[in-house]
């Protein structure tokens, strides 16, 4: 079965930087797509990047675009999001997932997720 353990996030102030990390099993990891999301109080888990399986193709939600990256490290089931220049609003519950096509469906199991705090 599926099985997420993300990592890495910690509370810091508007304009520093935090690197997550994600490992990921349960799926055939070096053909999978991944992506982040986030979650805030009262809202919906939103999507954050996601990369294809050689780690090449990246996407972002715009409002992250230049300041995250997302990367993979396919020989250790692993997945990362570097984030810089922090915002407050990039505040949340940060998750990894498996994505499945062609609706871009992240997998039905979900991690506990690491809590990202950006003060100001």
């Known amino acids: 079965q599926v099985q997420l353990v993300e990592a890495g996030g910690g509370l810091v102030q508007a304009g520093e930087a935090l690197r997550l990390s994600c490992t990921a099993s349960g799926r055939t990891f070096g053909t999978s797509f991944m992506g982040w999301f986030r979650q805030t109080p009262g809202a919906e888990r939103e999507f954050v990047a996601r990369?294809?399986?050689?780690?090449?193709?990246?996407e972002y939600t715009a409002s992250v675009n230049g300041r995250f990256t997302i990367s993979r490290d396919n020989a250790k089931n692993m997945v990362f999001l570097e984030m810089n220049s922090l915002k407050p609003e990039d505040t949340g519950v940060y998750y990894c997932?498996?994505?499945?096509?062609?609706?871009?469906?992240?997998?039905?199991?979900w991690g506990r997720g690491t809590q990202v705090t950006v003060s100001s």
């Open positions: 997932n498996f994505i499945y096509f062609p609706h871009w469906r992240p997998d039905d199991t």
């Open positions: 990369i294809g399986w050689s780690g090449i193709w990246k």
